[in-house]
C-alpha cells in the first residue's frame, strides 16, 4: 500500500542571451516527499549549506533516515533543494560566474571532525575510515565566488519556491543560513518560520574560502529601515537604529550544538537580528540533553535526538 508521495521539479532561471544562443542561469531543483495524510498545515523547505546539496537531509552517512525522512514521518510535506550551482542545479561559469576553491578532505576535517575535542562524540565515522570519507567528500562541489551574488540568487529562487507551494516552515543549515533571513525578507507572509542550524556567521565576518558577510548577517542587502546604501553604516550602528520589519512578525531559532566550532558564531547572529526588530532564539541542543554533537548535528550519530527539539519548537509555534 502507497504510504507516501513524492516527486520533483525545477524553479528555472532567468533566460540570459550570449552572442546567438539563449541560455538559463540558476535553476533550483526541488525534490519532495509528503505522507498519505498531512497532519500538519505548513510545509517544510529543508536548505542544504555549503558547497553540498540536498542529499544531506536524506540520509546519514552511517546509512540512517535523515531529517527529510523524519519530518514526513512526523507528518509534513517535505521540499528539498539544491540551492543554484549545487547538486542537480547545474552550474556553468558563463551564467553563474567564477568558481570558489573545490572542498578539501582537510577542510572537511577541520569543518565535521572532532579533532581535539573530546566533547564531540557523535560524528557517525571514524578518522581513519577513508572509504566512509571518500563517499561523504564525494557529495561537496565549489560555490560561486561571489558569495553576495549567490546568497541573492538563492533568496530569490527560494522565494519563487514559496510563491509556488504557499507558506513554508525553513530549516537551513550552516552556509544557507544567511539565505533564510534574505528569504523571509523577501517574502515575510509566506515563511511561517526560520529554523537555522549552525548558521553561517558571525555579522560581518569574513568567510574562508566562501566570502565575507558585508551586511551583518548576510553577505547580500537586507530591507532596512532606513535604507541602507552603505554596509559601514551597519558596522558601527546602535541597537535600534535600524530595522528589519519584514522579520519581526516571523519567529527564528538558531540551533548550536555542544562542541562546534561554529557555536559562538551564533548567539552574535541572534542579538543582531533582534537589534533589528526580529525576535531569534538561541536553543543549545545541550540544554535539551542532546551532547556531544558539531557542526554537522544533522547527520552526526545522534540525529533523531537533535531534530527532537527543533520539532518542538516549531510545533509550539506554528
Not at 546567438?20 to 536548505?47: D, N, S
Not at 532606513?226 to 519567529?251: E, M
Request: some cysteine; glycine content about 10%; overall charge negative.
Amino acid at each position: 500500500m502507497r504510504t507516501i508521495r513524492r516527486g520533483h521539479f525545477w524553479v528555472p532561471g532567468e533566460r540570459v542571451v550570449s552572442g546567438a544562443r539563449t541560455y538559463q542561469r540558476g535553476p533550483l531543483f526541488v525534490e519532495w516527499e509528503a505522507p498519505e495524510t498531512l497532519t500538519r498545515e505548513w510545509p517544510i523547505v529543508l536548505m542544504h549549506g555549503g558547497g553540498f546539496q540536498g542529499t544531506e537531509w536524506f540520509d546519514t552517512p552511517d546509512g540512517r533516515p535523515g531529517w527529510a525522512q523524519r519530518l514526513v514521518e512526523a507528518g509534513y510535506a517535505v521540499f528539498v533543494v539544491d540551492r543554484p550551482g549545487h547538486g542537480r542545479s547545474p552550474y556553468h561559469v558563463d551564467t553563474l560566474g567564477p568558481m570558489g576553491p573545490p572542498f578539501s578532505y582537510e577542510g572537511g576535517r577541520q569543518i565535521y571532525f572532532p579533532g581535539d575535542d573530546a566533547a564531540h562524540t557523535q560524528w557517525p565515522f571514524a578518522a581513519d575510515d577513508a572509504p566512509a570519507m571518500d563517499e561523504f567528500i564525494a557529495g561537496y562541489g565549489p560555490l560561486p565566488q561571489d558569495l553576495e551574488a549567490s546568497q541573492a540568487m538563492d533568496a530569490d529562487r527560494a522565494a519563487a519556491l514559496l510563491d509556488r507551494i504557499g507558506p513554508a516552515i525553513l530549516i537551513t543549515h550552516s552556509a544557507s543560513g544567511p539565505d533564510g533571513w534574505l528569504i523571509a525578507d523577501r517574502r515575510p507572509h509566506l515563511v511561517k518560520a526560520v529554523a537555522a542550524i549552525e548558521p553561517m556567521g558571525p555579522p560581518f565576518a569574513t568567510i574562508p574560502n566562501i566570502g565575507a558577510m558585508c551586511w551583518g548577517p548576510t553577505a547580500a542587502p537586507l530591507r532596512f529601515e532606513p535604507p541602507v546604501s552603505d554596509p559601514d553604516a551597519l558596522r558601527h550602528a546602535r541597537p535600534g537604529d535600524y530595522t528589519l520589519p519584514s522579520l519581526s512578525a516571523v519567529p527564528i531559532l538558531i540551533v548550536t550544538a555542544e562542541a562546534s566550532a561554529f557555536a559562538a558564531a551564533n548567539p552574535p547572529t541572534a542579538a543582531f537580528l533582534n537589534a533589528c526588530g526580529a525576535s531569534a532564539q538561541v536553543l543549545n541542543l545541550a540544554d535539551h540533553g542532546v551532547h556531544g554533537n558539531g557542526h554537522g548535528l544533522i547527520y552526526e550519530k545522534n540525529s533523531d535526538e537533535a531534530l527532537a527539539p527543533v520539532l518542538d519548537w516549531i510545533s509550539g509555534i506554528v
